[in-house]
């Protein structure tokens, strides 16, 4: 079974509004047991609708669109199903009656425009709009170009009038029309890693998956995802396949593996602190306090976080850290020598179990020969030793600052585990 959703409106196309629709709607659908096959995004233009729905018609059993069916001249995906359907605009009594209930619970009279949007097309369903006056329109109908029934369903594009009208009564019609399927998915998060050595090291993990279990890579700057996607007639045996082959995952990239699903580093390391009862600082230079801002973004970060010093300057790294003058002349701030210190000082300073230091060149300028932009060093001091490395990140400021704070958390959650 195929499902295809189109999106109708000039804004959608021009950057004016974001469509926050689609992702929604396959959400949704996809809860459901109804995996989305495409998107489509069109302007409001008459053709442009008429040819989606040509093309969707042959390749996908459920369309749903969204917009252009409200009371103004710019709305014409009525006209155009209209002309797609081979049928005409009727007056329907249904759709007023919900229109004529909406006006009455605001107190004012229903006006010759919104009475005009009862019309619909002869050969639909009406689907009440429970937040508006556009009725919802549900066509059902065989294809002489295919086997079988495809239905069409036409909702508002305003998100709150379409999530109430797919929520109840879409869904629940669909699932009565197809024989939907469960749909289950796990995301592994992982770090310190990129996609193309990982897709490596896991290769021979991948192709033993089940034929039912699929798995997609989904990078971001410090974090590669991978989703494992499973089908089945029913969710328990799909869910107990997948947890299988995680377990197998596991064994074979058991440092990367941070966390699933919605799991950040920063709660990931909050809870192992908080249960060994431990206490963490930082001491930033190049990630200016980033480090310290993803620690605090979670709800009792107080239990454990003591502080951080923002050291940006050497004269803040000797003053506030005691970072030894001689350490930054020889070695230069981003080094080995110095970021250790900072660790050490930082860690005996606020009296903390852990600590976490930064020293890097976020760039784009202050990059050398020997020191590039994207430099950075990481030190994690704890209770009995301090371990610290040197990463190349990269020319982008802001990606820097991400993956320095990211790799900063996972070396810790490590060290943490690991010892």
């Not at 195929?2 to 929604?24: R, Y």
């Not at 000797?318 to 230069?332: A, I, Q, R, T, Y």
């Not at 301090?386 to 070396?411: H, M, S």
Request: proline share 5%; glycine share 8%; hydrophobic share 40%.
């Amino acid at each position: 079974m195929k499902v295809e959703i189109i999106n109708v409106g000039d804004e959608l196309l021009i950057g004016q509004v974001i469509n926050t629709n689609a992702a929604w709607m396959a959400e949704q659908l996809n809860l459901a047991g109804f995996m989305v096959n495409q998107f489509t995004v069109i302007g409001d233009n008459r053709q442009e609708i008429l040819e989606s729905l040509e093309n969707a018609h042959l390749r996908s059993d459920i369309i749903l669109m969204t917009g252009g069916i409200g009371p103004t001249k710019d709305d014409i995906t009525k006209d155009a199903l209209c002309q797609f359907f081979r049928t005409r605009l009727v007056f329907n009594q249904e759709a007023y009656e919900n229109i004529e209930r909406f006006f009455i619970l605001r107190g004012i009279p229903v006006t010759n425009l919104n009475r005009k949007q009862a019309e619909i097309p002869e050969i639909c369903n009406p689907i009440a709009n429970k937040n508006g006056t556009a009725s919802g329109m549900w066509f059902e109908t065989e294809m002489a170009e295919r086997e079988g029934k495809v239905i069409f369903i036409s909702m508002p594009g305003v998100p709150f009038e379409m999530k109430a009208m797919l929520t109840d009564p879409v869904i629940p019609l669909l699932k009565k029309s197809f024989q939907s399927q469960a749909i289950v998915h796990r995301t592994i998060m992982t770090q310190g890693i990129g996609e193309s050595f990982l897709s490596d090291i896991i290769e021979s993990w991948e192709k033993q998956l089940p034929g039912n279990i699929s798995l997609a890579y989904l990078p971001q700057p410090g974090i590669v995802r991978l989703r494992l996607t499973g089908t089945g007639p029913t969710e328990e045996p799909v869910r107990n396949q997948i947890a299988e082959e995680i377990v197998k995952l596991k064994k074979i990239i058991p440092e990367y593996i941070y966390g699933f699903d919605d799991e950040s580093l920063e709660e990931i390391v909050g809870g192992l602190l908080t249960a060994m009862g431990s206490t963490l600082a930082t001491a930033e230079s190049c990630t200016g306090g980033y480090i310290a801002h993803l620690i605090t973004s979670i709800p009792g970060s107080s239990g454990y976080f003591k502080g951080s010093v923002v050291a940006y300057s050497n004269e803040v790294k000797e003053n506030e850290l005691d970072v030894n003058p001689e350490s930054l002349l020889k070695f230069g701030a981003v080094s080995e020598p110095v970021v250790r210190e900072m660790a050490t000082n930082i860690r005996r300073r606020f009296n903390v179990d852990f600590a976490i230091a930064t020293s890097g060149i976020a760039g784009p300028a202050g990059g050398t020969a020997e020191k590039p932009v994207g430099t950075v060093w990481i030190a994690i001091a704890t209770p009995t030793k301090v371990i610290a490395g040197k990463y190349l990140f990269g020319e982008n400021r802001e990606r820097n600052i991400r993956r320095t704070a990211l790799q900063a958390l996972n070396l810790l959650r490590k060290a943490i585990i690991y010892g």
